[in-house]
């Protein structure tokens, strides 16, 4: 049995004038044309492209403290400069 999700309540659109400006130019432009490959061109996982780079990207699970994201696992070891996203499951 399949379980449905409710629907989220409205929220008031707090986006600027300018983004939301920018957001209806973005979703006005036409979408982009397929790419057109060869037929005999297979098609391969993000994996394999993904093993051609030097460094891979790797999820790593961590919190804030005093403003600073600290990993959980303390033998996780990351670079100096190293370029990270930050996913939040709610914000203040």
Do not use: F, W, Y
Not at 16 to 41: F, G, H, N, Y
Not at 65 to 85: C, M, T, W
Request: no cysteine.
């Amino acid at each position: 049995m399949r379980r449905l999700t409710p629907m989220t309540t409205p929220q008031p659109d707090e986006r600027s004038p300018q983004r939301r400006q920018l957001d209806e130019k973005i979703a006005a432009e036409s979408p982009m044309a397929q790419l057109e490959l060869p037929t005999d061109v297979q098609p391969s996982p993000a994996e394999v492209h993904l093993e051609r780079l030097r460094r891979r990207p790797v999820a790593v699970a961590g919190i804030v403290e005093h403003g600073l994201v600290r990993p959980l696992d303390p033998a996780v070891k990351l670079a100096e400069h190293s370029r990270v996203i930050i996913v939040t499951s709610e914000s203040p």
